[in-house]
């Protein structure tokens, strides 16, 4: 449960955080959407390499009222592609009633060694926050080894 002003303060620490890797950005703004909800959604493109593109990570999150000023978040998407290593890793908490009825789970994962040429569209994950995602993409970002897709359990195919 964050306020207004614990949103704000999040999104500016998370842009911080890219800032100081080197990423360039428009400013992220809090933004409201239908029903009351509210949210970000941005992109940081990172230093190195920019054949064919930089790498990229975004980050977007939708958060809902809960009660008198309180919000609750009820969607993520983290992503994180590497364009010169043509590779992609994201993680996702988005139509959880869907992913528990046909999975049991309301979070995914994404893997793509291969950008563009998934082994699996979803992929069982756990709960991530914001800061944990940046920490995982910043650890693989321009490095040669694999992302580890292999060792991820396969959700099999979701509609």
Request: charged share 25%; glycine share 10%.
């Amino acid at each position: 449960m964050a306020t207004i002003g614990e949103l704000r303060q999040h999104l500016g620490t998370l842009s911080s955080i890219l800032w100081n890797y080197g990423g360039t950005f428009a400013v992220p703004t809090l933004d409201r959407y239908d029903q009351g909800d509210i949210g970000f959604s941005f992109a940081a493109e990172l230093p190195g390499g920019s054949e064919p593109k930089p790498p990229l990570i975004e980050l977007t999150e939708v958060w809902t009222p809960e009660r008198r000023g309180r919000f609750r978040l009820v969607e993520y998407a983290y992503e994180f592609v590497d364009y010169p290593l043509a590779r992609r890793q994201a993680f996702h908490r988005h139509d959880p009633e869907r992913f528990s009825r046909e999975f049991g789970v309301v979070v995914h994962e994404h893997c793509e060694e291969i950008l563009g040429q998934p082994a699996c569209d979803h992929y069982y994950g756990l709960p991530m926050d914001a800061y944990e995602a940046i920490e995982r993409f910043l650890s693989s970002w321009g490095q040669p080894t694999p992302l580890g897709c292999a060792g991820l359990r396969c959700m099999g195919e979701a509609a």
